[in-house]
């Protein structure tokens, strides 16, 4: 039988910049490789990116974080 392996995912926030427009952004880090983001569009919405790939938008950071955990684990 297969244990599963616990994976610790950081979140960092940080901002970005896209076409002159400054995002609060959650950087989400496996050790020291990030494998996903999280952009505060606007208060309300949230648009997820699983390795650079757009994968949904979510109304709350907690629905955001679920939806990137979801995909993450289906590609792994």
Do not use: C
């Not at 995912?9 to 050790?31: F, N, P, S």
């Amino acid at each position: 039988m297969k244990k599963n392996k616990e994976t610790e995912i950081r979140m960092e926030e940080t901002t970005k910049t896209i076409q002159g427009t400054t995002y609060e952004v959650a950087t989400l880090m496996l050790g020291k490789k990030t494998i996903g983001e999280i952009l505060v569009y606007a208060p309300k919405e949230f648009q997820v990116f699983v390795r650079e790939e757009h994968i949904g938008s979510a109304k709350t950071m907690d629905d955001a974080v679920e939806l990137f955990i979801r995909q993450w684990n289906l590609q792994e």
